[in-house]
C-alpha cells in the first residue's frame, strides 16, 4: 500500500514582502497564519498519511505553539532549511527517507505560502503519481512567453502549448531523492524547483490541470489577492454562492 507524505516548505524569508517583525508563511489573516492554511488542506486530506514542514531553524518553536493551536496532527517531523529551497526540500526529503521505505512513498512537494490549492488538486496529484510516477500541478498559461536562445534570437511558444508549473509536485519518495543525490555529487544547488530537476535527470512529467488561483504568495499584491479569495470562500459557505 503506497504511503503519501506531503513535505511543506516553509524555508524562505520573504524579502519581497517587505515585512519587519516576521516570514511572509506567518503572516497573519483572520487570525491564523498563511502557514496553517496550508497545512490544514493536507492534514485534512484523507490520503496523506504524514507531514514534514521544512521551516527557518528560528521560527521552529513558533511553529510548534501555532500546530497545537489549530490542531494540526498529521505533523511528523520539523527540519530546518538550508542555503538554497534545493537543500531544504532535500532535508525534507531526507526525514521522509528515514520515516518511510523509498520504495513505496509518495511524496507531495508544496510550498507553505500556497494557500489556495483544493483537496481535489491534492487528490489528482496523488493518483497521478500512483499511477505514472509523477505528477506536476499547472495551469494554462493565459499569457504569451517569450524565449531568449543562447544566440540571442526569441522563440516565442504557442500559448495552447504552454503550462505553468506550480505546486504541489508529487514524485515517488525514491526517484526524487536519487535525482537529489546526483545534483549533490554534481555540485548542483541551483535547480529552481523539484521537477526541473528530474527533467534534467531524464524523468517525463506528468501533469494535472490544478486552479487558477493557486497562487504563491510572494509580495503584499499577493496576500491582497489570497484576503480575497479566503472572504469568498467564507461567502460561499454563509450565503450559498
Not at 49 to 70: A, M, N, R, T, Y
Request: with cysteine; net charge negative.
Amino acid at each position: 500500500m503506497m504511503k503519501n507524505v506531503a513535505i511543506i516548505f516553509a524555508g524562505g524569508s520573504g524579502k519581497r514582502m517587505n515585512t519587519v517583525s516576521r516570514p511572509k508563511q506567518f503572516l497573519e489573516l483572520n487570525g491564523k497564519p498563511v502557514m496553517i492554511y496550508t497545512l490544514e488542506l493536507f492534514d485534512n486530506h484523507p490520503m496523506v498519511d504524514g507531514i514534514i514542514v521544512v521551516c527557518i531553524e528560528s521560527w521552529i518553536p513558533f511553529l510548534k505553539k501555532q500546530l497545537k493551536k489549530f490542531e494540526i496532527n498529521k505533523v511528523i517531523d520539523i527540519v530546518p532549511g538550508g542555503e538554497t529551497g534545493q537543500d531544504s526540500i532535500f532535508n525534507g526529503l531526507e526525514a521522509a527517507n528515514r520515516i518511510y521505505k523509498s520504495d513505496d512513498t509518495n511524496v507531495l512537494i508544496h510550498d507553505g505560502v500556497r494557500p489556495l490549492i483544493t483537496e481535489q488538486t491534492i487528490t489528482d496529484c496523488i493518483n497521478t503519481c500512483s499511477e505514472k510516477g509523477n505528477c506536476i500541478t499547472c495551469i494554462p498559461a493565459t499569457e504569451t512567453f517569450v524565449v531568449r536562445q543562447e544566440n540571442g534570437s526569441l522563440e516565442i511558444p504557442t500559448r495552447a502549448n504552454s503550462l505553468i508549473a506550480r505546486a504541489p509536485q508529487c514524485f515517488l519518495l525514491k526517484d526524487i531523492i536519487d535525482a537529489h543525490y546526483d545534483a549533490k555529487k554534481e555540485g548542483r544547488h541551483d535547480f529552481i524547483d523539484s521537477c526541473t530537476m528530474m527533467s534534467y535527470y531524464g524523468h517525463q512529467m506528468n501533469t494535472i490541470i490544478g486552479p487558477m488561483e493557486n497562487i504563491k504568495i510572494t509580495t503584499p499584491t499577493d496576500f491582497f489577492i489570497f484576503r480575497a479569495m479566503v472572504q469568498v470562500h467564507e461567502n460561499q459557505q454563509i450565503f450559498g454562492f
